[in-house]
C-alpha cells in the first residue's frame, strides 16, 4: 500500500519532509484528510532549531511574554504529543533537554511535562532522554509543590498561568493544574521504575494517589455532577488584584474561600486526559454533546452556554469565558477518547468523537476579503461563527503584532487522528494495541495510515470495504515490518505482539 500525497499536499518540499518524517494518512472525509495535513506543516513551520537545539514554538512571531528562543511551556504537553509521531529523535530530543537544562521555563505556565515526555517514550520505544531527565523532573515536581501546593493538599493556579485568562471558573485548585500534576506524579513513577528506583517510585505513586483522591473528593460538584474550581486563600488574594471591570461582575460565592464555583466549564473533562477519574464521574459526560451546554457549530464552548456570563465582554482579545480554544478542544478530546475506550459509559460514544473531531477540524479555516477559504488556525474562535477572535480584535485597533496569531502551535491534532480515531494505544511492551474510534455507521469505504514508526518498527493499518482501493483484498488490515499480522472484515480492536 502507498499514500498518494500529490493530491493531499502542493508543495513539493513539504511532500518529501512529510515521506521523511510523518505518518501518512488518508480517508473520504476531506476535511479531515486536509487538516491533518495542514497541521503537520504547522508543526514544522514552529521547528527552531537555536544553538541549545530544536525547539518548538508557540507563536510564529517573537512575543513579549515568551522566554528563551520565543518559547512558551503553556502548549509544550501538546507539542510533544503531536510530535511523538515524528521520525526525527532529535526534534524532540532537544526540545526535552531544552526545558530543563537549555534554559527553558517549564513553570512559567502549567505544563504535565513528566507525562508528555514519557507519553513521547511509549511511541519510540527508547527512554533514554526519560531517564537522563528523571533528576531534573523530580526538581521540577519539587519546585511546583514548593511553589502551588495548597494546605489542602491540592494545587493551585492563576488562570492565567493556565493560559485560560479571563475564565469562569477563576483563581484556585483548577482541575487543570491538579490533572496535570497527577499524571507528573503517575509517570515519575513509572520512569523511576525503568530506572530502577523502587523506592522513588513508590514516594511518586503516593504523590499521584493523593492528588487523585483530593481531585475527586474536593473538586467534585455533586449536584452538578462536574469537575469545578475550588476557591482557595492564594487564589483570591490574586483574584482581587485583576481588573474591577471583571472582578465586580464574579458571583459572591466566588469571592468565598473554600467555595466551588458556580460555572461549568470545558476544564472539567481534563481529569479524564488523564485517567485520574475513578468510577462514579461519568456523568459529567452528558453536558459535552448538549446544545444547552457546550456544544456549538464551531465549538465546544469554554463554558456553558447556559451560565449568565457566557461570552461575557471584555476589551481583552483572549477570554476564556466561551470562546472556543484549540488548546482546550485538544485536551476535552484526548478526554473523550479515553473515556470512551477505557470506561463502560452511555453517555458519549464513537460517534460523538467523529462529529467533534470534525467540528474542529472544520475550524482550521480563515475566510479571506475575497471569499476564499484558506486553511488556518488561530488562537481563540467565535463557537458559533468560526471567526477568529483574537484576530480580529488586534486587526481593528491595529496592533503591531496583529497577526502574531497565523498558523498558531497552541494545541494538537494528528494525535488525535493517530491515537483516537485510529485508536493507536502506545504502551510499554512490545505490543501494538488499537482500539479505533471510527463509528460502525461512518459509510467511509476506506482509510489508510502508512509510514508509523512505532518501537522500531514500520506499521500500517488500512481498511478497504470493497478491496479496490489497495489491491489487497476487502477488510481491516494490520502489517508490522511488511508482514500482515491481522485481517478483519470490520474496523475492530486488536493487539498484537510483535
Given at each position: 500500500?502507498?499514500?498518494?500525497l ?35 506543516s ?6 527552531k ?19 528563551t528562543y ?6 509544550a504537553g ?11 529523535p ?18 512559567r ?6 507525562d ?7 511511541v519510540?520505544?527508547?527512554a533514554?532522554i ?6 531534573d ?24 498561568r493556565?493560559?485560560?485568562e479571563?475564565s469562569?471558573g ?14 507528573d506524579a ?25 492528588i ?8 467534585w ?51 479524564w ?22 456544544y ?15 461570552m461575557?465582554?471584555h476589551?481583552?482579545?483572549c ?6 480554544w ?12 479515553r ?9 458519549v ?6 462529529e ?7 475550524s ?5 476579503p ?27 485597533r491595529g496592533?503591531?503584532n496583529?497577526?502574531?496569531g ?7 491534532f ?14 510499554r ?12 455507521n ?32 476487502p477488510?481491516?488490515r ?8 491481522f485481517r478483519?472484515e ?9
Amino acid at each position: 500500500m502507498r499514500i498518494n500525497l500529490t493530491d493531499k499536499v502542493r508543495d513539493d518540499d513539504e511532500a518529501r519532509w512529510l515521506q521523511l518524517h510523518a505518518p501518512l494518512f488518508e480517508c473520504p472525509d476531506e476535511v479531515l484528510q486536509r487538516t491533518y495535513y495542514y497541521r503537520w506543516s504547522v508543526f514544522r513551520k514552529h521547528l527552531k532549531l537555536t544553538p541549545a537545539g530544536y525547539v518548538v514554538t508557540e507563536f510564529l512571531p517573537d512575543v513579549p511574554w515568551a522566554g528563551t528562543y520565543n518559547t512558551i511551556s503553556c502548549p509544550a504537553g501538546h507539542h510533544f504529543y503531536e510530535g511523538r509521531w515524528l521520525r526525527n529523535p532529535a526534534y524532540l530530543d532537544d526540545y526535552a533537554a531544552f526545558w530543563f537544562r537549555g534554559g527553558g521555563e517549564p513553570r512559567r505556565y502549567s505544563f504535565w511535562a513528566a507525562d508528555a515526555l514519557h507519553a513521547r517514550y511509549l511511541v519510540t520505544g527508547d527512554a533514554d532522554i526519560l531517564l537522563k531527565l528523571l533528576p531534573d523532573l523530580v526538581r521540577n515536581f519539587g519546585a511546583w509543590e514548593a511553589e502551588r501546593k495548597d494546605e489542602s493538599g491540592l494545587f493551585w493556579q492563576i488562570d492565567d498561568r493556565d493560559g485560560m485568562e479571563f475564565s469562569l471558573g477563576g483563581l484556585g485548585l483548577r482541575p487543570t493544574i491538579n490533572s496535570y500534576m497527577y499524571a507528573d506524579a503517575a509517570t515519575i513513577a513509572a520512569i523511576a521504575e525503568l530506572a530502577g528506583d523502587g523506592e522513588l517510585a513508590e514516594i511518586y505513586r503516593r504523590k499521584a494517589w493523593d492528588i487523585k483522591a483530593l481531585t475527586e473528593k474536593l473538586l467534585w460538584d455533586e449536584e452538578a455532577k462536574f469537575f469545578k474550581v475550588r476557591a482557595n486563600r492564594e487564589g483570591l488574594r490574586h483574584t482581587m488584584q485583576l481588573p474591577a471591570s471583571w472582578r465586580d461582575r464574579l458571583p459572591a460565592r466566588q469571592l468565598q474561600e473554600g467555595s466551588l464555583a458556580d460555572a461549568c466549564e470545558l476544564t472539567g473533562y481534563v481529569p479524564w486526559s488523564f485517567g485520574l477519574p475513578g468510577k462514579g464521574f461519568e456523568e459529567a459526560w452528558s453536558r459535552l454533546m448538549e446544545p444547552s451546554q457546550f456544544y456549538a457549530a464551531y465549538g465546544p464552548t469554554t463554558a456553558a452556554r447556559s451560565h449568565p456570563n457566557f461570552m461575557m465582554e471584555h476589551s481583552h482579545e483572549c477570554l476564556w469565558n466561551g470562546p472556543s480554544w484549540p488548546f482546550a478542544t485538544t485536551l476535552a478530546l484526548m478526554a473523550m477518547a479515553r473515556v470512551i475506550q477505557e470506561y463502560e459509559q452511555t453517555y458519549v460514544g464513537k460517534e460523538d468523537y467523529l462529529e467533534l473531531l470534525r467540528i474542529y477540524a472544520g475550524s482550521h479555516r480563515l475566510v479571506m476579503p475575497d471569499g476564499r477559504a484558506i486553511p488556518w488556525i488561530d488562537e481563540n474562535l467565535d463557537p458559533f461563527t468560526g471567526e477568529w477572535i483574537a484576530r480580529t480584535k488586534l486587526h481593528e485597533r491595529g496592533d503591531a503584532n496583529r497577526d502574531r496569531g497565523a498558523h498558531y502551535n497552541h494545541s494538537a491534532f494528528c494525535d488525535l487522528i493517530l491515537s483516537g480515531l485510529i485508536g493507536i494505544l502506545p504502551r510499554r511492551d512490545d505490543v501494538l494495541e488499537l482500539h479505533p474510534l471510527l463509528p460502525e455507521n461512518a459509510e467511509w469505504d476506506y482509510f489508510g495510515l502508512e509510514n508509523v514508526a512505532y518501537h522500531g518498527r514500520e506499521v500500517t493499518i488500512f481498511y478497504d470495504k470493497h478491496g479496490t482501493r489497495y489491491g489487497c483484498g476487502p477488510g481491516f488490515r494490520v502489517i508490522i515490518d511488511g508482514v500482515e499480522r491481522f485481517r478483519s472484515e470490520r474496523v475492530q480492536p486488536v493487539t498484537i505482539l510483535f
